[in-house]
């Protein structure tokens, strides 16, 4: 895990995806220890399966006290993601990609993105996507990939920063429970459950 100069990234600045507020990152994790989602894009299929599963485990963090909030690299496809509700955190876009570049998340090139893509990891998830009903599209920067960052309330440390490898890459839901030390009642890679009164998506 490289390091993470908190202070600098911490002053980067998110627009907050239903206000169109600008705050600095910092701001999120000031009150709470916070678990952020970097997606790839807003549009990836894939991106929206990972959505879905980390928003499992958001009654639980929210019980504990914890925020969890997604942040996309640009402002294209927000619209669409929230009306799909693929996401129960709050969100916001990283218009200048400033933290995507501090934390470490690389960039593809034309030649590496479509191995990238057609990978394992990729169509392993894909498929769960489609198994569930979620798909995407191949609007906007694809070039980008993401991760998570997971920091203690105060900025006290970083507990877990991770950066994609492969876009199919993701951290398992018990291992966000774990470091955070809550009890989790998820299970990854579940169909969503739906009756009259309640769907789980």
Known sequence: MANVDLVQVGKNLLKNGD???????????????????FLRRFGCQVCRWMATEISKLEPDLRASGVALVGVGPEELGLKDFKEGRFFKGSIYVDEQKKSYKDLGFKR?????????ALGKKVRNAAAKANAEGIQGNFSGDL?????MLI???????????????????????????????????????????????????
């Open 19 to 37: 206000t169109g507020e600008s705050v600095e990152l910092q701001s999120l994790w000031q009150d709470q220890p916070v678990v952020l989602f």
């Open 143 to 147: 070039l980008q990939s993401g991760g």
């Open 108 to 116: 593809y090139t034309a030649l590496t993105v479509v191995p990238a």
């Open 151 to 201: 920091v203690a309330k105060g900025g006290e440390k970083v507990l877990v920063h991770f950066i994609q490898d492969s876009p199919g890459d993701h951290v398992p839901l018990e291992d966000i429970a774990k470091v955070l030390g809550i009890s989790a009642n998820a299970k990854a890679g579940q169909m969503p459950v739906c009756n009259d009164a309640v769907c789980t998506r």
